[in-house]
């Protein structure tokens, strides 16, 4: 499916970013082409979230120096809901309740935002009811779920699952999902990454910021990546994953140590 | 804070109908006495006992001072420099629409509420109240049919004055306050319904008022009183041109409910609000209340404030009747200057009496919005509860939200809860929707609805888009 | 009679204004004899029992010097005691332990009314009351070494009406635990001000243990206090048995960045009346409350507790949290509350919350059920009510056997 003619989607440079006056990261290189899945793995506060909320334009965070291009143009001036649009999806590590403002609105009026912007013809409530239908069995959710408030009450594989019907309404470019296997039971983690395998296409591309292994074993990413101290320290296969899995991060201060002692 | 800016933004939108009508007018001279009185109920032909009850009221009137204890300064109303009857000129007795002058009718269909017969709305049953008179009554026949009476306060004075001796100033005494004895004195129309025993009121009922002259006070005066077993819904929209001077607006409405009867009433209030600088608008100084007197009585209040420059307004319930039912929802938005004190009284007098309260402030600008409610439970008030909500959302660092619930109890077989809280909109649900394709705007608007939802599911079917589209007008920023 | 008349009448019996107080002293006789005694359309006395209140003026205030004794219990190893004879001059009196001193009559003219000042409370009738009948003052500065706990007992004599005031400095970084103690007496009143400034990182415990107990009795007390930066400060109060009581906790973060948690307990019955009028106003960022005020009424009895959170502009990312519970025992009692809110900062967490009711029934019947009596499952559930703020006093202020006589009530 890779080949090395496929497009690049997202090409991250050098990029420099901070929250609330603190640099998180520190320089952080990443090229994602068409059909590939990555994987990027770390520590709690290497960075990975900062990663995929600077990518997605949350307002909280600043970039200082570098670029991001999607499809070769800048995107960072763009406001997170034109990025939206163009087709990058971020999948909430926590997905935040809405209380009073419905689901099945919501739904609609984000999905109508990015078929606008596709050039396709908006859907009106009853079209939208079919479509959304189609897509809750990917997730094997209740349509009960429309019915209610955006994410309120929603247990912890509830939301995660709401947030793959939203990667499956807006069809997004790129996905990047953010710890999407964290507080999830072994079924609903099948059932989100089989969602996630389901949706990707092969002019698509997907991002995975996992903290545990266990979710490779559903996804077979393309590349591994490990983030510290926000960089991305190595890159290699699954190999370097089920390393990780085995020796725990601590195998990875051994390496930096000994570059540092070669530096 | 540019995010908080642009929320501001957002929320300030010019006023939509301030447009002013031009119609010859029939006003009376400025001023308030005795003469006067007199004249407004010559002019309206009114019967000996209410001649009486409007002079018995200007006499205490005079006896009271202006209420300074609510949260709220304002430049002092001179009532002698205000004109307490103005009409258009027109045959008082008209017969049907064709006979109303069409410049009326145009502002009304302007408004959004079409009278005439082609285009008036399906299902809702309309009286529209222009300056000091009430212009036209629409599906007053078909309703006539289920023995349903809606038509103006002048009119019901002449045709059913027993109704009105038996029932006005006895939910609102005359000398209730400062402002209900000025309006019991010089009130000059608005609607009048009765709801026969048993039955419920085919379709919704509504009234429109519209401020057309600037220096003309307005107020108006209803009345609803629901029979044993009947039903009614019943709501009220309001808007006035923009007039660089203040104009007073003091209502008085009051409801009866009697043994299992049940009134619910709205209103999507929108006067005009003042400019920027606080210049101008509608002082909506207003007393409404409700008794429950009957058995399993249910008075419900929904209300949706926008607009006025400043509002004091605490729609009531008296539950009187044993298991009687009182409800209060009220969203209440102000922006730049505006001043909104409002809430509810909820008074719990019969056994078993059940009152809930749900309101929703949002402040903008450096607008003030209070909350004051009281919640009193008498000695024999047995097996009583209340519920009281009162959200706050602040939009920018001058807006202020106050919350003054007064709660008392007397009656230890009873529970009272009350909530409040005070928040902003999240910067983490802002950025989830944006994240999500929807743009600034949209994503705030739906915020501050998902605030309101509780309140907007209680607003009767026909009229919940209304108000959030109304909502929404003043959140929308330059796209309309 | 007429309350301006007693109000005249109650200032004509005060001696002329001398001392080092003489000052203070005209000030608030001057704003009395202005403004005269509240009335029921001054919001903050709207509830109150004027019948009470002017009974309260109406005893002799104490002149004479005659040796009062009182009887208390033993005091705590690690617990400095205080006890504010009226009859005597207190800072003559004393002998301080390591790390008190008193102010020097320079400090206390430069300190004195500052915390009323900038608490806001200097037009207060209760406050005004205070400042023209105290002739004494006892005022302390808490060095940072102090160690000990420190216990000031303040009794009320028959028949008397005594005014007492103190003034408290806690000096950067002191760490305070502090248990103030009023006491009632058979037809007594007292009337008392305390003004208490936490440096910045000062860390106080307060307990306040206010218990009437005899007829006729009664106490307005005014507690303001200022917090500088990074100081906490909680309060724990019990008010009980008095017959009028009115309490004013009035607290300010200067800066914000500071912690106040209140946790209060009033318990009326028989015909007494017993307020809380509490204000907590933050003047810089992030500042912190968290506060419950617990009422139990009874019998014939009213409870009132209005509460004020004021949080303005300046003060973003304030968080506020205030619960008013209470409990409505009887059919003739009555309670009254009011949390109030007033926010103009749009980045604060600010709630309130108020409940009133009975015990739960369903509670009462699991203990019924287990075959516990009636008397015993009401106090077993009562003393668990109370238990949210009694837990937070120090094991010594049992000593004074508050519980026992909170439960003992309940047994009634």
């Known amino acids: 499916m890779i080949s090395s003619t496929s497009e690049i989607i997202l090409s991250i440079e050098d990029l420099h970013a901070s929250v609330e006056d603190q640099e998180i990261l520190h320089g952080v290189n990443l090229i994602v082409k068409e059909g590939e899945i990555h994987a990027i793995m770390g520590r709690n506060g290497s960075g990975k979230s900062t990663l995929s909320k600077v990518i997605a334009g949350h307002p909280s965070y600043k970039v200082l120096s570098g670029s991001i291009q999607f499809k070769g143009k800048d995107i960072l001036e763009l406001e997170p809901e034109e990025r939206a649009r163009i087709g990058i999806f971020l999948g909430f590590q926590y997905p935040v309740e809405i209380p009073g403002v419905s689901n099945l609105e919501f739904l609609r009026v984000a999905t109508n935002s990015r078929r606008k912007e596709l050039l396709k013809s908006e859907l009106d409530t009853f079209e939208f009811e079919d479509l959304v239908n189609e897509r809750l069995k990917i997730v094997e959710m209740d349509p009960g779920f429309l019915e209610r408030s955006v994410n309120e009450g929603f247990s912890g594989g509830e939301k995660k699952r709401n947030e793959i019907l939203q990667m499956a309404l807006l069809e997004p470019v790129i996905s990047i999902l953010d710890e999407t296997d964290s507080g999830l039971d072994i079924d609903a983690l099948r059932i989100v990454a089989s969602g996630i395998n389901r949706l990707s296409q092969p002019n698509s591309a997907t991002i995975l910021i996992t903290h545990y292994q266990r979710l490779l074993n559903e996804i077979t990413p393309d590349f591994v990546h490990i983030m510290a101290d926000g960089k991305i320290i190595k890159t290699g296969n699954r190999e370097l994953a089920i390393d990780l899995e085995k020796s725990g991060y601590d195998f990875l201060d051994k390496t930096t140590k000994e570059k540092e002692v070669t530096k | 804070?540019?995010?908080?800016?642009?929320?501001?933004?957002?929320?300030?939108?010019?006023?939509?109908?301030?447009?002013?009508?031009?119609?010859?007018?029939?006003?009376?001279?400025?001023?308030?006495?005795?003469?006067?009185?007199?004249?407004?109920?010559?002019?309206?032909?009114?019967?000996?006992?209410?001649?009486?009850?409007?002079?018995?009221?200007?006499?205490?009137?005079?006896?009271?001072?202006?209420?300074?204890?609510?949260?709220?300064?304002?430049?002092?109303?001179?009532?002698?420099?205000?004109?307490?009857?103005?009409?258009?000129?027109?045959?008082?007795?008209?017969?049907?629409?064709?006979?109303?002058?069409?410049?009326?009718?145009?502002?009304?269909?302007?408004?959004?509420?079409?009278?005439?017969?082609?285009?008036?709305?399906?299902?809702?049953?309309?009286?529209?109240?222009?300056?000091?008179?009430?212009?036209?009554?629409?599906?007053?026949?078909?309703?006539?049919?289920?023995?349903?009476?809606?038509?103006?306060?002048?009119?019901?004075?002449?045709?059913?004055?027993?109704?009105?001796?038996?029932?006005?100033?006895?939910?609102?005494?005359?000398?209730?306050?400062?402002?209900?004895?000025?309006?019991?004195?010089?009130?000059?129309?608005?609607?009048?319904?009765?709801?026969?025993?048993?039955?419920?009121?085919?379709?919704?009922?509504?009234?429109?008022?519209?401020?057309?002259?600037?220096?003309?006070?307005?107020?108006?005066?209803?009345?609803?009183?629901?029979?044993?077993?009947?039903?009614?819904?019943?709501?009220?929209?309001?808007?006035?041109?923009?007039?660089?001077?203040?104009?007073?607006?003091?209502?008085?409405?009051?409801?009866?409910?009697?043994?299992?009867?049940?009134?619910?009433?709205?209103?999507?209030?929108?006067?005009?609000?003042?400019?920027?600088?606080?210049?101008?608008?509608?002082?909506?100084?207003?007393?409404?209340?409700?008794?429950?007197?009957?058995?399993?009585?249910?008075?419900?209040?929904?209300?949706?404030?926008?607009?006025?420059?400043?509002?004091?307004?605490?729609?009531?319930?008296?539950?009187?009747?044993?298991?009687?039912?009182?409800?209060?929802?009220?969203?209440?938005?102000?922006?730049?200057?505006?001043?909104?004190?409002?809430?509810?009284?909820?008074?719990?007098?019969?056994?078993?009496?059940?009152?809930?309260?749900?309101?929703?402030?949002?402040?903008?600008?450096?607008?003030?919005?209070?909350?004051?409610?009281?919640?009193?439970?008498?000695?024999?008030?047995?097996?009583?509860?209340?519920?009281?909500?009162?959200?706050?959302?602040?939009?920018?660092?001058?807006?202020?939200?106050?919350?003054?619930?007064?709660?008392?109890?007397?009656?230890?077989?009873?529970?009272?809860?009350?909530?409040?809280?005070?928040?902003?909109?999240?910067?983490?649900?802002?950025?989830?929707?944006?994240?999500?394709?929807?743009?600034?705007?949209?994503?705030?608007?739906m915020l501050v609805s998902g605030f309101c939802s509780d309140v907007f599911n209680e607003l009767p079917m026909e009229f919940a888009s209304e108000a959030d589209k109304l909502l929404a007008l003043k959140l929308e920023g330059s796209v309309g | 009679m007429k309350s301006s008349t007693i109000c005249k009448e109650w200032l004509d019996s005060l001696p002329t204004p001398e001392g080092y107080l003489k000052n203070e002293q005209s000030i608030g006789r001057e704003f009395l004899l202005e403004k005269g005694m509240p009335s029921k359309k001054d919001e903050a006395w709207r509830l109150s029992n004027f019948k009470k209140l002017n009974s309260f003026l109406s005893l002799p205030t104490l002149i004479d010097s005659e040796d009062v004794q009182f009887i208390f219990p033993e005091k705590d190893e690690n617990r400095e005691r205080i006890i504010i004879n009226p009859n005597k001059n207190p800072i003559l009196d004393i002998n301080l332990p390591n790390g008190i001193e008193k102010l020097n009559n320079r400090e206390i003219?430069?300190?004195?009314?500052?915390?009323?000042?900038?608490?806001?409370?200097?037009?207060?009738?209760?406050?005004?009351?205070?400042?023209?009948?105290?002739?004494?003052?006892?005022?302390?500065?808490?060095?940072?070494?102090?160690?000990?706990?420190?216990?000031?007992?303040?009794?009320?004599?028959?028949?008397?009406?005594?005014?007492?005031?103190?003034?408290?400095?806690?000096?950067?970084?002191?760490?305070?635990?502090?248990?103030?103690?009023?006491?009632?007496?058979?037809?007594s009143a007292q009337n008392h001000l305390t003004e208490i400034k936490l440096e910045s990182k000062v860390e106080l415990i307060h307990g306040l243990i206010s218990f009437g107990e005899e007829k006729e009795s009664s106490s307005i007390c005014t507690l303001a206090v200022e917090q500088s930066e990074k100081s906490k400060y909680s309060l724990h109060s019990i008010h009980h048995g008095w017959d009028y009581a009115r309490f004013e906790p009035r607290i300010i973060q200067s800066e914000g960045e500071a912690s106040t948690i209140i946790k209060g307990l009033q318990v009326t019955k028989s015909k007494e009346q017993i307020a809380t009028h509490s204000l907590i106003r933050f003047e810089g960022p992030n500042g912190k409350l968290d506060q419950l005020q617990k009422a139990v009424a009874s019998e014939y009895s009213h409870c009132i507790f209005n509460g004020s959170i004021e949080v303005p502009q300046k003060a973003q990312k304030t968080e506020a949290a205030q619960l008013s519970r209470n409990l409505l025992l009887s059919k003739r009692a009555r309670i009254d509350t009011k949390p109030e809110l007033e926010i103009v900062a749009d980045d604060v967490r600010c709630t309130h919350g108020a409940t009133v009711s009975q015990l739960q029934d369903e509670e009462l019947f699991y203990l019924l059920s287990r075959g516990i009596d009636n008397k015993h499952a009401n106090s077993l559930l009562l003393k668990g009510y109370y238990d949210e703020v009694i837990s937070h006093f120090p094991k010594s202020a049992g000593k004074w056997n508050f519980i026992e006589k909170l439960i003992q009530d309940i047994k009634k």
């Open chain 2, 1 to 445: 804070m540019t995010q908080t800016n642009t929320v501001e933004e957002i929320v300030s939108q010019p006023y939509k109908y301030g447009f002013i009508t031009e119609i010859e007018t029939e006003k009376i001279p400025k001023g308030l006495n005795e003469d006067v009185i007199r004249l407004i109920s010559a002019k309206k032909n009114e019967p000996e006992f209410l001649l009486k009850f409007r002079l018995r009221a200007y006499e205490q009137w005079l006896k009271m001072k202006e209420p300074n204890w609510s949260n709220l300064t304002y430049s002092k109303v001179d009532y002698q420099d205000l004109v307490y009857y103005a009409a258009p000129k027109q045959d008082i007795k008209k017969k049907s629409l064709d006979e109303v002058d069409p410049k009326l009718l145009d502002t009304f269909e302007k408004l959004g509420i079409p009278l005439s017969e082609q285009k008036r709305l399906s299902n809702v049953a309309v009286d529209a109240v222009f300056d000091s008179v009430s212009i036209a009554t629409t599906y007053k026949e078909k309703l006539a049919e289920h023995g349903v009476i809606f038509c103006s306060i002048s009119e019901a004075i002449n045709e059913y004055p027993d109704l009105i001796e038996k029932y006005m100033g006895t939910v609102v005494p005359i000398n209730d306050n400062f402002f209900a004895a000025l309006n019991s004195a010089v009130f000059s129309d608005g609607s009048f319904v009765y709801i026969p025993k048993g039955v419920e009121c085919p379709m919704e009922l509504s009234s429109y008022f519209r401020i057309n002259s600037g220096d003309t006070g307005q107020f108006e005066r209803t009345l609803i009183i629901a029979e044993e077993s009947s039903s009614v819904s019943y709501l009220e929209g309001c808007t006035a041109p923009m007039f660089d001077t203040n104009t007073l607006h003091a209502a008085v409405v009051e409801l009866v409910a009697l043994d299992n009867a049940s009134i619910k009433y709205s209103t999507v209030q929108n006067w005009y609000a003042g400019n920027e600088e606080g210049v101008g608008g509608i002082y909506n100084f207003v007393t409404k209340r409700g008794e429950c007197r009957g058995k399993k009585s249910k008075i419900s209040w929904s209300q949706v404030e926008t607009g006025s420059a400043i509002t004091w307004k605490y729609p009531s319930c008296v539950l009187q009747g044993d298991n009687s039912i009182g409800e209060f929802y009220s969203i209440a938005l102000t922006n730049n200057c505006q001043k909104a004190d409002t809430g509810t009284k909820m008074i719990h007098i019969g056994k078993n009496t059940k009152s809930k309260i749900v309101s929703k402030g949002i402040s903008a600008g450096q607008s003030k919005n209070s909350y004051r409610g009281l919640v009193s439970i008498g000695p024999n008030a047995e097996g009583s509860r209340n519920y009281s909500q009162c959200d706050s959302m602040l939009i920018g660092d001058k807006a202020s939200a106050n919350t003054y619930p007064y709660i008392q109890s007397k009656q230890p077989q009873s529970n009272i809860e009350h909530e409040a809280s005070t928040c902003r909109i999240s910067e983490d649900q802002l950025f989830y929707l944006q994240s999500r394709g929807i743009d600034f705007e949209e994503s705030v608007s």
């Open chain 3, 109 to 187: 003219e430069d300190n004195i009314g500052t915390i009323v000042k900038s608490t806001n409370i200097k037009n207060d009738i209760s406050v005004c009351l205070n400042q023209a009948s105290s002739s004494e003052l006892l005022a302390l500065k808490i060095k940072r070494n102090f160690n000990q706990s420190l216990e000031i007992v303040i009794p009320s004599i028959e028949g008397k009406s005594i005014s007492t005031r103190i003034f408290l400095l806690l000096e950067e970084g002191a760490k305070l635990d502090l248990l103030q103690i009023f006491t009632g007496n058979k037809n």
